[in-house]
């Protein structure tokens, strides 16, 4: 039986799903109503700001998207600018270390320094965690985990395939935890405020701490560095 890296293990992605469900409701209430997570949402609301003549409120949408774009171009080349090629282990410490820094902002200062650094978070997180046991999902937004968890569901039990029927489930978890996340960040943004930002950061510190001592240290190869697209492209084309 193949071993599974630790840094794709159910584990490391449904703390990193639930973390991700907590920062979508977290800018979202407490920061200006910007998800940052994903953009597609932001790339609408800035088309409708703009129209509607509010350039100061698209601004709040650009910022995001750019700083979105900036975290998925260094994943991107992260392994050329770490040479040690454990990115999952660095990546999580940013995120810590973010994540803590955040919980300091004076909650008179602008949203723009919370949603920004977030969004570019986001991206790096969505770019580097990109397969659990052989599921190539994501832990920042569920549009495509859904997609995959219902394809795989019917494929399965179409073809008796015990295979698509456990990537199903891998979807499902990985849903449920962002949704778990999502449920935490609503109930303690209101009272904790920025504070609440502390609870991501805690959930990461074991998991960092376990990727230091169990994580690949290895080189990966350089198929390993495809990114989420691909993958999802890939999936596509051996389906048809």
């Known amino acids: 039986m193949k071993k599974i ?4 293990s159910m584990y490391v992605f449904a703390t990193f ?23 597609t949402g932001n790339l609408v609301l800035l088309t409708l700001r703009l129209f509607e003549g509010s350039f100061a409120d698209a601004a709040h949408y650009l910022y995001s998207i750019l700083a979105y774009l900036a975290g998925i171009f260094v994943s991107a ?3 050329d600018l770490f040479k040690n090629n454990r990115p999952h282990l ?3 410490g940013i995120e810590i270390v973010a994540f803590t820094a955040l919980s300091f902002i004076p909650a008179r200062a602008s949203d723009w320094y919370t949603y920004v650094s977030v969004a570019f978070l986001c991206a790096l997180q969505y770019n580097i965690f990109t397969e659990c046991r052989g599921a190539a999902l994501s832990t920042t937004f ?3 985990n859904m997609r995959q968890a219902a394809l795989n ?3 399965g039990a179409k073809s008796k395939d015990g295979e698509k029927l456990k990537k199903s489930g891998i979807y499902a978890l990985v849903i449920l935890f962002f949704a778990a996340g999502a449920a935490i ?10 504070d609440s930002i502390l609870l991501c950061a805690a959930a990461l510190v074991p998991v960092f ?8 240290k290895k080189p990966p190869e350089k198929a390993d560095r495809t990114l989420p697209s691909d993958n999802f492209t890939k999936q596509k084309n051996a389906a048809e």
């Open 5 to 8: 890296p630790f840094e794709n």
């Open 17 to 39: 799903a639930a973390v991700g469900g907590f920062l979508e409701a977290y800018t979202y209430l407490l920061h200006g109503g910007v998800f940052c997570n994903a953009q």
């Open 77 to 79: 080349v992260m392994a």
């Open 90 to 92: 660095i990546v999580t």
């Open 142 to 144: 569920c549009t495509n």
């Open 153 to 155: 569901l019917y494929r």
């Open 185 to 194: 960040g609503g109930l303690s943004s209101p009272y904790l405020g920025n």
């Open 209 to 216: 701490i376990l990727l230091a001592v169990f994580g690949n």
